[in-house]
């Protein structure tokens, strides 16, 4: 057991763990957080608590953050806003198809980094050195997909909450159409795709339990025993772990899949006495 709290460096961005270790900053204080530049200002958006899992490896918090590092802050923030503008100006008068979809500045080493998305390979050399002059800095360029480019933008997914990738996914897994029709979802990429026009990710969320479902309840169109009478099974749902059987009658029944297997129909018949 451990503690562990979570801040962001924007505001309904992603999370970020960390080891409180001897500091106990409230929700909304503005703490320190260890980069590979040096600390960065976040904000707390999660109090310290103890969680029962061990949880080794977190950076530990560096404590709040004072007037000089929000000064600084602050400072990097106008930074990123006059390179964004430059940016876009720049990129628009060398006529390149690239948009442009954050930006980071990183105090220590001087140096601009802009990540932007594009439909091929942008020859940006000449662009590179614009910007270097223009924002008398070192500038590096990261192309990015679309994967990323909706992570770094944030947004509201179908489900109607913040995407999963701009809060707390750190990394893309594979998600294949096969997981959809495992969960008889309709293959329509206008409902199955997210808001950067790939598979969601939450396709992968709930797939292992439709395929231990799959091997536990009975397939489709078999031949089972209900409490109502034999029938044939016709429907499946998963979440509710029920089962739809049209009775041998005619009329239709849904009931717990328990009900209608064989392992659950010995052990009554076993104990029923």
């Not at 992603?14 to 204080?29: A, E, K, S």
């Not at 310290?48 to 949880?55: E, F």
């Not at 990710?201 to 231990?212: A, D, N, R, T, V």
Request: charged share 25%; with cysteine; hydrophobic share 35%.
């Amino acid at each position: 057991m451990g503690m562990v709290m979570a801040v962001s460096f924007t505001r309904y961005g992603r999370l970020y763990y960390l080891d409180p270790g001897q500091h106990t900053p409230r929700v909304g204080d503005r703490v320190l957080v260890p980069t590979e530049y040096g600390p960065e200002v976040a904000e707390c958006v999660w109090a310290p608590q103890y969680v029962t899992d061990d949880l080794d490896g977190l950076p530990v918090c560096e404590g709040p953050a004072t007037d000089e590092h929000l000064a600084r802050d602050e400072a990097n923030r106008i930074r990123r806003a006059e390179g964004k503008a430059i940016a876009k100006k720049l990129i628009r008068q060398h006529g390149l198809p690239m948009k442009v979809i954050g930006i980071d500045y990183l105090n220590e080493a001087n140096t601009y980094r802009l990540y932007f998305s594009a439909p091929g390979r942008v020859d940006f050399r000449a662009l590179v050195k614009d910007l270097a002059r223009g924002m008398q800095a070192r500038v590096e360029l990261r192309q990015i997909g679309p994967r990323d480019e909706a992570r770094l933008q944030g947004g509201i997914g179908p489900c109607g909450r913040d995407l999963c990738c701009a809060t707390f996914l750190k990394d893309f897994e594979p998600v294949t159409v096969r997981m959809a029709k495992d969960q008889d979802l309709p293959v329509n990429p206008l409902r199955i795709s997210g808001a950067c026009g790939r598979l969601m990710c939450c396709l992968k969320y709930e797939h292992p339990l439709y395929q231990e479902a799959r091997e536990r309840m009975p397939s489709m169109g078999a031949e089972v025993a209900t409490p109502e009478g034999p029938g044939r099974v016709v429907g499946l749902n998963v979440p509710s772990d029920q089962v739809t059987v049209r009775l041998d009658s005619g009329r239709r029944c849904s009931c717990p899949s328990a009900s209608v297997c064989s392992p659950r129909q010995q052990h009554d018949e076993r104990y029923s006495d």
